[in-house]
């Protein structure tokens, strides 16, 4: 978005929020939740948008990296991502050429992910990019609050029976 979209969009913003009656939404935990994820969404896509790679296309190369050989739908699992999205996720990544998927040694009908060389390139510059985006969401915040939100939003994050 441009300076001045994004000012006008403030204005707008601050001039509703004085006379507009949200009539109890602003009162909902999942409401601000959303706008919060959204504001650091949009923080990412400026900083990562060049790149062409969504939150969750990161989070599956980054644990690609991270467990070399690691099968699909325990990334899927790991992520809550349903197998049919993670399908599609990888078969993005793969025809990209960020990562390939190998027959298992061990179990033919298992294919394994594996980063391409231009996949860690890649990588590279998002972690790279992702630290200074986390850096901005970080300094909003004191060490000790910070510690709060992480323990809060993980608490949150067991609804669904994720552990991390």
Not at 45 to 50: K, P, S
Not at 91 to 112: F, I, T, V
């Amino acid at each position: 978005m441009s300076r001045r979209h994004d000012s006008a969009r403030a204005d707008v913003v601050e001039q509703t929020s004085a006379r507009f009656d949200f009539a109890g939404l602003d009162l909902l935990l999942g409401y601000h939740l959303r706008r919060a994820q959204g504001a650091v969404h949009r923080d990412y896509l400026a900083t990562l948008g060049d790149l062409k790679l969504t939150q969750k296309h990161t989070a599956v190369m980054w644990l690609v990296i991270g467990n070399p050989g690691v099968a699909q739908g325990i990334i899927g699992t790991a992520l809550s991502i349903d197998r049919a999205t993670m399908m599609v996720l990888v078969n993005r990544l793969e025809a990209r050429g960020l990562l390939q998927r190998r027959r298992s040694p061990l179990d033919a009908r298992r294919r394994e992910l594996h980063a391409t060389a231009a996949g860690v390139r890649l990588m590279e510059q998002v972690r790279e990019r992702i630290s200074q985006h986390e850096a901005r969401m970080k300094r909003l915040f004191s060490g000790a609050e910070m510690r709060t939100l992480e323990r809060l939003l993980r608490r949150l994050q067991k609804l669904d029976g994720g552990s991390g």
